[in-house]
């Protein structure tokens, strides 16, 4: 596999000096595995499409043809116009709710990435999702309007439900770094502990929602107390649509934690645990504090997502009282975090993306004979080939072995008998094994 | 040698190309009946890849093999074998588990209706043994048996093949000095009977002591064959790195001064099994002196060094480090309070690979004022810092401080923590086998670094498996075996063998108190 990576790379880089620097940058080639590995999906969903449509009586040609454009335009989709045929053009609703949507995936993918960052797996963001859902409701909810201004109740709900994932999400820290239990076990365990928890707290409290006649099984809105969301003057960009200031508030914070991984000594650590936790240990680095407070960054994050999508006001969280399942959020922001290749920034682009290929679902199910489904098709597609992503990036540069070769100069005094080719470091790997 | 003498195997112009490297470049190898042949050559010089040519692992893209005259195609290691081709891995293939009869003739069974012929595969294998003078217990499981026994069988294992030709990769590695002359011993025998041997290595002494002729590579060409009785160790080191070296340390008398590691009644306990790896180690290391603790791996060096350091809790005793009692004390107090480490694995615990050059350099100073601000790393301050160990330790990389480790060669790697250790200006450093691995010019630097360190009054302590790194480079000799120290041995007065004895267990000292 890698000696591919370095042919294709090797004729990539004959193509010119300024195509093979600009490929060889890390950045790009992280984004163009990104992009790659979401046009194979995309069209891999069209294909799907195709075939359905072509081998179906009822649909036909033409339907898969529409389909296929609501896939890749969806989020610019207007309905149909008179004479039946799709109409694409602006469409404020649609954008909007995709970024209303794309708030707690971008928060989710953030909680995946700085655990990946860790050299963790966190795949318990959705009980951590939940942790927060219920303190955020809860605070929201139980403090009367007339105790204190709703501003102030909004940021204890934030703030609780941030807590709430935190909390969440050490737990499985505390057993990774203390009793080396396996991550991905105990978030799995801790993701139906919160699942069973938030029924029972629920149930217990009167914050159902009785006023509205038949909806029995659901919780109020945070609204229902005064505690919104400030819009921040996007629902006049975005007219009729769910949008709120909450996607601001997650930019920012996936800023804020890119600076924290990148510029600060507390993400030095992080990372460096990440990269090489034995190393980090010889460095005097307190790898078991690291790992505890890299699930509870992690859990805080998943818990910001849940805070700001039930703190918007305008969804109501779903309760049976008897069965409650695990928030999706929490999963997609594995495929948040892959596409994004867990770097902080990236994971704003890929949330949004994410949210663009629920609206094309959404609009795929109101236009044309399919359903939203096909995009759950096409984001499993594109999370396994992010998964690939790292292939993907060695058959675009083969960067380690092409450095391998420019590096390490020989020994000034060994240079004469070198015409062109160093065979000097090709193992240097086995070398060591010497 | 007379010419005359049919070459075995003969391998011509070989050339194998990996993508941008040429790891063997147009070379010949011919290999006499009967002789011991040597092949020698740095680290990534091409050895490995040669043999694994010969025993079809790589399929070479110009050259062709000749087996006693007689072109031939090997495919793959079946085919090798097929030829009589058979050789020894520096990590022996074997399993534990199993008996040593089992282990030589896994494989290679003789069968009748689906039963093993046990009874005549030991005959064979005792001939065999008692032909060679290979000395083994055939009933006795590998997990009990000793190294040398262990390579013994590895050499029945081959002779059962009925091979002809023997590949010995890095054979002596894992032997004490007793182990490694009986294995020079049998390798001589061998070649008396008429088998042909290919013997990798990069350690002079045996190589001369041993070979009849020498093949040495740099840097995947052929410099030349020559005989060995022409040669010397100076000239085949020249040859092999390509300029002349220095294989003693040049050194002054040490002037020893304050006690700067006292250790005293030190024990660590093992994670194998309930006894302790280190059981009552005692001893001090004066500022300027180089003080070694030597012995065959696995005798409690490394859980030693974990107690030492800190990466491991230790059981009892107590560690003196200028002054202050350590033995509680977390990792990062002992760095502070005056250790550098080089660690034995620089793989694992050493460096970040994937992290950069410069930021590799400030693993354990990151968070000294000078590197940050508010928890906000320089960025500037660490580069300078980076570019100055760079400059000052001669670290090579392809794009200097932002280079990935992991792209750098095993010797520069070396010297970036080498670099990283010695800059922080500790009284105490600890270097645990600090060239393996290494080729002979990265060497040469390393312990003239550490002789360095020792002039400018730090304490070195030094753990190493390398009999001549120990013999050249201490002034004191702590002989570690089973976790207790056995001896104290001044290498000016001392032996090669005597220091055997000693890590072979066969001797120890009563110890006065110290």
Same mark, same amino acid.
């Given at each position: 596999?890698?000696?591919?990576?370095?042919?294709?790379?090797?004729?990539?880089?004959?193509?010119?000096?300024?195509?093979?620097?600009?490929?060889?940058?890390?950045?790009?080639?992280?984004?163009?595995?990104?992009?790659?590995?979401?046009?194979?999906?995309?069209?891999?969903?069209?294909?799907?499409?195709?075939?359905?449509?072509?081998?179906?009586?009822?649909?036909?040609?033409?339907?898969?043809?529409?389909?296929?454009?609501?896939?890749?335009?969806?989020?610019?989709?207007?309905?149909?116009?008179?004479?039946?045929?799709?109409?694409?053009?602006?469409?404020?609703?649609?954008?909007?709710?995709?970024?209303?949507?794309?708030?707690?995936?971008?928060?989710?993918?953030?909680?995946?990435?700085?655990?990946?960052?860790?050299?963790?797996?966190?795949?318990?963001?959705?009980?951590?999702?939940?942790?927060?859902?219920?303190?955020?409701?809860?605070?929201?909810?139980?403090?009367?309007?007339?105790?204190?201004?709703?501003?102030?109740?909004?940021?204890?709900?934030?703030?609780?439900?941030?807590?709430?994932?935190?909390?969440?999400?050490?737990?499985?820290?505390?057993?990774?770094?203390?009793?080396?239990?396996?991550?991905?076990?105990?978030?799995?365990?801790?993701?139906?502990?919160?699942?069973?928890?938030?029924?029972?707290?629920?149930?217990?409290?009167?914050?159902?929602?009785?006023?509205?006649?038949?909806?029995?099984?659901?919780?109020?809105?945070?609204?229902?107390?005064?505690?919104?969301?400030?819009?921040?003057?996007?629902?006049?960009?975005?007219?009729?649509?769910?949008?709120?200031?909450?996607?601001?508030?997650?930019?920012?914070?996936?800023?804020?934690?890119?600076?924290?991984?990148?510029?600060?000594?507390?993400?030095?650590?992080?990372?460096?645990?990440?990269?090489?936790?034995?190393?980090?240990?010889?460095?005097?680095?307190?790898?078991?504090?690291?790992?505890?407070?890299?699930?509870?960054?992690?859990?805080?994050?998943?818990?910001?997502?849940?805070?700001?999508?039930?703190?918007?006001?305008?969804?109501?969280?779903?309760?049976?009282?008897?069965?409650?399942?695990?928030?999706?959020?929490?999963?997609?922001?594995?495929?948040?975090?892959?596409?994004?290749?867990?770097?902080?920034?990236?994971?704003?682009?890929?949330?949004?993306?994410?949210?663009?290929?629920?609206?094309?679902?959404?609009?795929?199910?109101?236009?044309?004979?399919?359903?939203?489904?096909?995009?759950?098709?096409?984001?499993?597609?594109?999370?396994?080939?992010?998964?690939?992503?790292?292939?993907?990036?060695?058959?675009?540069?083969?960067?380690?072995?092409?450095?391998?070769?420019?590096?390490?100069?020989?020994?000034?005094?060994?240079?004469?008998?070198?015409?062109?080719?160093?065979?000097?470091?090709?193992?240097?790997?086995?070398?060591?094994?010497? | 040698?007379?010419?005359?003498?049919?070459?075995?195997?003969?391998?011509?112009?070989?050339?194998?190309?990996?993508?941008?490297?040429?790891?063997?470049?147009?070379?010949?190898?011919?290999?006499?009946? /009967?002789?011991?042949?040597?092949?020698?050559?740095?680290?990534?010089?091409?050895?490995?890849?040669?043999?694994?040519?010969?025993?079809?692992?790589?399929?070479?893209?110009?050259?062709?093999?000749?087996?006693?005259?007689?072109?031939?195609?090997?495919?793959?290691?079946?085919?090798?074998?097929?030829?009589?081709?058979?050789?020894?891995?520096?990590?022996?293939?074997?399993?534990?588990?199993?008996?040593?009869?089992?282990?030589?003739?896994?494989?290679?069974?003789?069968?009748?209706?689906?039963?093993?012929?046990?009874?005549?595969?030991?005959?064979?294998?005792?001939?065999?043994?008692?032909?060679?003078?290979?000395?083994?217990?055939?009933?006795?499981?590998?997990?009990?048996?000793?190294?040398?026994?262990?390579?013994?069988?590895?050499?029945?294992?081959?002779?059962?093949?009925?091979?002809?030709?023997?590949?010995?990769?890095?054979?002596?590695?894992?032997?004490?000095?007793?182990?490694?002359?009986?294995?020079?011993?049998?390798?001589?025998?061998?070649?008396?009977?008429?088998?042909?041997?290919?013997?990798?290595?990069?350690?002079?002494?045996?190589?001369?002591?041993?070979?009849?002729?020498?093949?040495?590579?740099?840097?995947?060409?052929?410099?030349?064959?020559?005989?060995?009785?022409?040669?010397?160790?100076?000239?085949?080191?020249?040859?092999?790195?390509?300029?002349?070296?220095?294989?003693?340390?040049?050194?002054?008398?040490?002037?020893?001064?304050?006690?700067?590691?006292?250790?005293?009644?030190?024990?660590?306990?093992?994670?194998?099994?309930?006894?302790?790896?280190?059981?009552?180690?005692?001893?001090?290391?004066?500022?300027?002196?180089?003080?070694?603790?030597?012995?065959?791996?696995?005798?409690?060096?490394?859980?030693?060094?974990?107690?030492?350091?800190?990466?491991?809790?230790?059981? /009892?005793?107590?560690?003196?480090?200028?002054?202050?009692?350590?033995?509680?004390?977390?990792?990062?107090?002992?760095?502070?309070? /005056?250790?550098?480490?080089?660690?034995?694995?620089?793989?694992?615990?050493?460096?970040?690979?994937?992290?950069?050059?410069?930021?590799?350099?400030?693993?354990?100073?990151?968070?000294?004022?000078?590197?940050?601000?508010?928890?906000?790393?320089?960025?500037?301050?660490?580069?300078?810092?980076?570019?100055?160990?760079?400059?000052?330790?001669?670290?090579?990389?392809?794009?200097?401080?932002?280079?990935?480790?992991?792209?750098?060669?095993?010797?520069?790697?070396?010297?970036?923590?080498?670099?990283?250790?010695?800059?922080?200006?500790?009284?105490?450093?600890?270097?645990?086998?600090?060239?393996?691995?290494?080729?002979?010019?990265?060497?040469?630097?390393?312990?003239?670094?550490?002789?360095?360190?020792?002039?400018?009054?730090?304490?070195?302590?030094?753990?190493?498996?390398?009999?001549?790194?120990?013999?050249?480079?201490?002034?004191?000799?702590?002989?570690?075996?089973?976790?207790?120290?056995?001896?104290?041995?001044?290498?000016?007065?001392?032996?090669?063998?005597?220091?055997?004895?000693?890590?072979?267990?066969?001797?120890?000292?009563?110890?006065?108190?110290?």
């Amino acid at each position: 596999m890698k000696d591919w990576g370095y042919n294709i790379g090797s004729s990539f880089s004959r193509v010119g000096g300024g195509l093979r620097s600009f490929l060889s940058k890390e950045g790009t080639r992280s984004v163009l595995a990104t992009v790659i590995s979401i046009l194979a999906g995309l069209i891999a969903g069209a294909v799907l499409m195709l075939i359905v449509g072509l081998s179906s009586e009822n649909l036909g040609g033409k339907s898969a043809w529409e389909g296929i454009r609501i896939i890749f335009g969806g989020l610019f989709s207007t309905g149909r116009d008179a004479e039946g045929a799709l109409s694409f053009g602006f469409n404020s609703v649609n954008m909007g709710d995709m970024l209303f949507r794309a708030t707690p995936l971008i928060l989710c993918g953030l909680s995946v990435a700085v655990a990946f960052k860790t050299g963790l797996f966190n795949i318990g963001a959705s009980g951590q999702y939940l942790a927060g859902t219920t303190a955020t409701l809860f605070i929201a909810l139980s403090i009367p309007q007339t105790a204190m201004p709703t501003w102030i109740i909004w940021l204890l709900a934030f703030m609780g439900g941030m807590l709430a994932g935190a909390l969440w999400g050490a737990i499985p820290g505390m057993l990774k770094a203390f009793l080396n239990i396996n991550e991905v076990l105990a978030c799995i365990m801790t993701n139906w502990i919160a699942a069973t928890l938030t029924t029972w707290v629920f149930d217990m409290s009167n914050l159902k929602n009785v006023t509205e006649g038949t909806k029995s099984a659901y919780i109020y809105k945070t609204s229902f107390n005064g505690v919104q969301t400030p819009k921040m003057g996007l629902d006049k960009l975005f007219p009729d649509s769910q949008v709120n200031g909450g996607i601001i508030i997650a930019i920012v914070i996936a800023v804020i934690v890119y600076i924290v991984l990148t510029k600060t000594t507390f993400g030095f650590e992080l990372r460096a645990c990440g990269a090489n936790r034995h190393a980090a240990h010889y460095a005097g680095m307190k790898d078991r504090r690291n790992i505890v407070l890299s699930m509870a960054f992690a859990g805080a994050l998943a818990g910001a997502a849940a805070s700001l999508y039930w703190l918007s006001g305008n969804t109501e969280f779903y309760w049976t009282g008897a069965y409650q399942s695990l928030p999706s959020e929490g999963f997609n922001g594995i495929a948040v975090a892959l596409l994004g290749a867990s770097n902080p920034i990236a994971t704003i682009f890929t949330g949004i993306f994410m949210s663009t290929l629920s609206i094309s679902g959404l609009q795929l199910r109101n236009l044309t004979a399919f359903n939203e489904y096909i995009t759950d098709v096409i984001i499993a597609v594109i999370v396994y080939l992010s998964a690939f992503s790292l292939l993907i990036k060695s058959l675009l540069g083969g960067k380690h072995r092409r450095i391998r070769v420019v590096d390490t100069p020989p020994p000034a005094e060994a240079v004469v008998n070198d015409s062109g080719s160093k065979p000097t470091e090709a193992t240097t790997g086995k070398g060591d094994e010497e | 040698m007379e010419q005359t003498n049919p070459y075995v195997i003969e391998m011509l112009n070989i050339t194998k190309e990996f993508p941008g490297i040429k790891a063997n470049d147009d070379i010949t190898l011919r290999l006499r009946k /009967g002789e011991i042949h040597a092949l020698l050559g740095e680290n990534g010089a091409g050895k490995s890849t040669l043999m694994s040519v010969l025993f079809g692992l790589y399929q070479p893209e110009q050259g062709r093999i000749l087996k006693d005259g007689v072109e031939v195609k090997i495919n793959n290691p079946n085919d090798a074998t097929a030829l009589n081709i058979g050789m020894v891995h520096q990590h022996f293939k074997l399993i534990d588990v199993f008996t040593v009869l089992d282990n030589i003739i896994l494989g290679a069974e003789d069968t009748r209706c689906g039963f093993l012929m046990k009874k005549k595969a030991r005959e064979k294998v005792m001939a065999l043994s008692k032909q060679y003078g290979l000395i083994i217990d055939p009933d006795a499981k590998v997990e009990d048996i000793t190294v040398g026994m262990q390579q013994r069988t590895e050499i029945l294992k081959m002779l059962y093949r009925d091979n002809e030709i023997l590949i010995f990769d890095e054979p002596t590695a894992v032997l004490t000095p007793q182990e490694i002359n009986e294995l020079m011993e049998i390798m001589r025998n061998l070649a008396a009977e008429g088998k042909s041997i290919l013997f990798i290595s990069h350690k002079l002494n045996e190589i001369i002591a041993v070979s009849d002729r020498v093949t040495v590579l740099r840097k995947g060409k052929c410099v030349g064959t020559v005989n060995t009785c022409d040669t010397t160790k100076e000239e085949l080191s020249s040859m092999m790195v390509g300029r002349p070296v220095q294989l003693v340390v040049e050194k002054d008398e040490a002037k020893p001064g304050e006690a700067v590691l006292e250790v005293r009644n030190m024990s660590v306990p093992s994670k194998l099994h309930k006894r302790n790896a280190v059981s009552n180690v005692s001893f001090d290391v004066r500022s300027g002196e180089i003080v070694c603790i030597a012995g065959i791996d696995g005798n409690g060096q490394s859980e030693f060094v974990e107690g030492l350091t800190g990466l491991e809790k230790c059981s /009892g005793g107590t560690i003196s480090l200028c002054g202050h009692n350590i033995i509680r004390s977390s990792i990062r107090e002992r760095s502070k309070r /005056g250790m550098s480490h080089i660690p034995e694995d620089r793989h694992k615990h050493g460096l970040i690979l994937d992290f950069t050059l410069e930021q590799n350099m400030v693993l354990q100073r990151y968070y000294e004022p000078r590197f940050q601000k508010g928890g906000f790393i320089n960025f500037e301050a660490i580069r300078t810092y980076a570019n100055h160990l760079i400059e000052q330790y001669d670290v090579r990389s392809g794009q200097g401080s932002v280079t990935r480790v992991r792209s750098m060669s095993g010797g520069n790697q070396q010297k970036a923590i080498v670099a990283r250790e010695l800059d922080r200006e500790m009284p105490l450093v600890v270097a645990v086998q600090p060239t393996r691995g290494l080729d002979v010019g990265a060497i040469e630097y390393i312990h003239s670094q550490l002789v360095k360190q020792r002039d400018a009054g730090k304490a070195v302590l030094l753990v190493s498996l390398e009999l001549d790194e120990v013999m050249n480079l201490s002034d004191r000799i702590l002989v570690m075996y089973e976790g207790e120290i056995v001896g104290e041995l001044d290498p000016k007065t001392t032996t090669v063998e005597e220091l055997g004895l000693y890590m072979a267990g066969a001797k120890r000292q009563e110890r006065r108190a110290e």
